[in-house]
């Protein structure tokens, strides 16, 4: 039997520097479809309304734990919020 071993990244957010971690979310976000990927107007619009919500903190969501970047970027993404900011 033929199997892939997975070789772990260290994708856990400690084992990263500051730097590493930003350079694989915008290099993940680059890669996606673009009929996934909001465009770069729309993607803008969502970060500058995020960074109005109370609910912001260290660039994660606090209702869903989410990081903001990257469910900005999705087009079948919305906020969680109550009263969604987009």
Not at 23 to 40: C, F, G, L, V
């Amino acid at each position: 039997m033929d199997r892939k071993i997975r070789v772990c990244k260290k994708c856990l957010l400690r084992e990263m520097d500051e730097a590493g971690y930003f350079q694989n979310m915008y290099e993940y976000i680059a890669r996606m479809d673009e009929e996934e990927r909001t465009s770069k107007e729309e993607y803008e619009e969502r970060l500058a309304a995020c960074k109005t919500c109370e609910n912001l903190l260290s660039g994660m969501c606090r209702i869903c734990g989410c990081y903001v970047e990257m469910r900005a970027a999705q087009k079948v993404r919305h906020c969680p919020g109550i009263h969604p900011k987009w």
